[in-house]
């Protein structure tokens, strides 16, 4: 197994878990029950720190189809475009995410600014 595989595995979970979180902490907005936020909000922390492994293993992704004879580079670049975007976005909701657990524990509710700037960054990286 080598860096290709692990991104091909890894790519998974920002793609998957940013839609599962985003539902989670929708659902959790809609029935007004920090539970399933919280839950959220862990996913999505999760999620984060999933983001960068999965960008960083891209490019020995990228060096193990260069060889092949269907290689197009600006289809790989524009690969790689979307992937910084969605490390920055996911990286946000994650940070957003781990301040709501925060306050969650500080204050035994999430604030309503941080759950929707969350909510938010969450869409854009799911976008």
């Given at each position: 197994?080598?860096?290709?595989?692990?991104?091909?595995?890894?790519?998974?979970?920002?793609?998957?878990?940013?839609?599962?979180?985003?539902?989670?902490?929708?659902?959790?907005?809609?029935?007004?029950?920090?539970?399933?936020?919280?839950?959220?909000?862990?996913?999505?922390?999760?999620?984060?720190?999933?983001v960068?492994?999965?960008?960083?293993?891209?490019?020995?992704?990228?060096?193990?189809?260069?060889?092949?004879?269907?290689?197009?580079?600006?289809?790989?670049?524009?690969?790689?475009?979307?992937?910084?975007?969605t490390?920055?976005?996911?990286?946000?909701?994650?940070?957003?995410?781990?301040?709501?657990?925060?306050?969650?524990?500080?204050?035994s509710?999430s604030?309503?600014?941080?759950?929707?700037?969350?909510?938010?960054?969450?869409?854009?990286?799911?976008?």
């Open positions: 197994m080598n860096l290709a595989h692990v991104h091909i595995v890894l790519n998974h979970v920002p793609s998957l878990g940013s839609i599962a979180g985003l539902l989670l902490l929708a659902a959790g907005i809609y029935k007004k029950n920090e539970g399933i936020k919280q839950f959220a909000y862990a996913v999505l922390v999760l999620v984060a720190m999933a960068l492994p999965t960008y960083i293993s891209g490019a020995e992704a990228q060096r193990s189809v260069e060889k092949n004879p269907s290689y197009s580079a600006g289809l790989v670049q524009l690969h790689q475009n979307s992937a910084m975007i490390l920055l976005c996911m990286t946000a909701a994650g940070m957003f995410a781990w301040f709501g657990i925060w306050e969650y524990r500080r204050h509710r604030g309503s600014l941080v759950t929707m700037a969350t909510l938010i960054a969450t869409m854009a990286a799911s976008g």
